[in-house]
């Protein structure tokens, strides 16, 4: 076959990112400019704030991709895009601005959902195959998605409140730790241990769904109760609680889930995927299942990124899913959800 | 010289495509705010039908603001990519500017507003000699008795026009008969004025670095700034 290659873009939160994909699994590049230290200032991502860095980085971001990958227009067969889900004004200065270079190199543009984008950066490590699961779990989603072919992406079980990243932040505010919390909060866990025991919500229910308000609330209550009565909690065993409740209900239910759907490989993507709680008790979990493969994203390529749009865009571009120049964003994009 | 104009500052969207002084096609919508949708069809559209191919354009002029934020930052996408990726020149003008040059033949004071909401405006004041803009009183972010205040001095006619409706009734209470509405025709921006003028402006050096002209800081940032007033703000993005 032909090879392909993709010049793809991503801009669904605080990271602006242009990068060039070789046959769907072959970074040429990745130019990631992230914006985490100006949210910093605010404890959390303000959206105009966003778009204005947003704008200002794009271009040099596409020439910067360009240059390292050594490519030029010519060589390219398409330019993918993330249009949802995210926000709404930084997912416009990107998906604009790859509408503009599709419309100015005549090339064809492709629509990918961010989430396709978390799933599909395994797809950079080792090529997936079907039928695949995924645990998707980021700063905005928590959800199991069934694969029973490359370009079908069915959610059986989504969290029903906050997503796990979300609830790191959280909960990481509490303990003083700056936005995002998650990677801190999971270091410290593994200094301390589980010795407050905070509720598993729907661990034991029937169905592939999550909530983690519930075990945000009980850990806020027991900081607050604590410093009532003015005594400190250790720190370290407070974040191990709180993970432990994480990932335990992750691995449930994702235990469960692949015991109803049989596959070949699980994926575990999304920033939370750089977890190394969760890896570690789903590579012992998967011992379970001889006939499924733990594929990982890799650590730096959990975090938002075009690397893997543009994974997940040389898929479509076989199944020639294609947007025309009226392509807008669609902040609140989601695949079906299968009961 | 292939110039293509665009202006997507307000409600109304305005592309046009002129080859020197020559309009070759033009299009203005005032009935939707749909640009992330229209803007790059239409220029397709008009594209086609001056028989030109992206690769003919020479430059781009790109209204700049201000106005709404997201209708500033689409124009501003399209025309900073579009000059980067097809290597072309990149020519920025004001939004207020560009709705004033519907007035460049007047000898008038010219005064196009923004309406920003809550008694606030985008304005600026402009008088033109022999077709060209002197901005009188510059671009600013204000509210209608601030500016009210700032023309009064002026002691002279004024033609306002752009978005006027809830400011045109208290400006002829204070100002009577130096103020002049503009026919609502006229209070539509034009992106073939845009291009024409912008044939004749000087290109940016640095394409990366052009931002939209928002003349106002977000909430958060100008809450930050006045308890940091000494820190350094140009540092807050990292390439990893
Ligand atoms: N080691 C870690 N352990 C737990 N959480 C982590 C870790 N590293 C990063 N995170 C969390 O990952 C989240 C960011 O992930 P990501 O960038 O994919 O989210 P997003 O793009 O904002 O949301 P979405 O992908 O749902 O649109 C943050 O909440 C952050 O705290
Ligand atoms: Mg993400």
Known sequence: MKDSLILSFETSCDETSVAVIKNGNQILSNIVATQIKSHQRFGGVVPEVASRHHIEQITGCIRDALNESGMSYPDFDGVAVTYGPGLVGSLLIGVNAAKTVAWAHNLPLIPVNHIAGHIYGANLVKQIEFPAMALVVSGGHTELVYMPKEDDFEIIGETRDDAAGEAYDKIGRVLGINYPAGKQVDQMAHLGKDVFHFPRAMDKEDNFDFSFSGLKSAFINTVHHADQINTSLDKNDLAASFQAAVVDVLSDKTVKALKEFPVKQLILGGGVAANLGLRDRLKKDLTDFPETELMLVPIHLCGDNAAMIGAAGAMLLRHHVFADASLNADPSLEFEYIS | ?240
Do not use: C
């Open chain 2, 1 to 240: 010289m292939k110039v293509l104009s665009l202006d997507t500052s307000n409600q109304p969207l305005s592309v046009a495509i002129l080859d020197d002084n020559r309009l070759l096609a033009t299009t203005t919508i005032t009935t939707h705010k749909k640009h992330a949708e229209f803007l790059m069809p239409i220029i397709e559209d008009l594209m086609k039908k001056s028989k030109l191919k992206p690769q003919d354009l020479d430059r781009v002029v790109v209204a700049i603001g201000p106005g709404s934020y997201t209708g500033i930052r689409i124009a501003t996408t399209v025309a900073k990519t579009l000059a980067m990726t097809l290597n072309i020149e990149l020519v920025t003008v004001s939004s207020l500017l560009n709705l004033a040059l519907n007035f460049k033949d007047s000898q008038l004071l010219i005064n196009p507003i923004f309406d920003g909401r809550n008694e606030n405006m985008f304005t600026g004041l402009y008088k033109f000699h022999n077709g060209q803009p002197e901005n009188v009183i510059p671009d600013q972010h204000t509210d209608l008795s601030e500016w009210l205040n700032q023309l009064k001095a002026t002691n002279e006619k004024i033609i306002i026009l752009g978005e006027i409706d809830s400011f045109a009734q208290k400006m002829k209470e204070k100002l009577g008969q130096h103020i002049i509405l503009a026919d609502p025709l006229k209070s539509i921006p034009s992106a073939s004025e845009l291009g024409i003028y912008g044939l004749h402006q000087k290109p940016v050096k640095d394409v990366d670095s052009v931002v939209p002209r928002y003349l106002r800081l977000t909430k958060a940032e100008a809450d930050w700034r006045k308890l940091h007033p000494k820190e350094d703000t140009s540092n807050y993005v990292e390439k990893l």
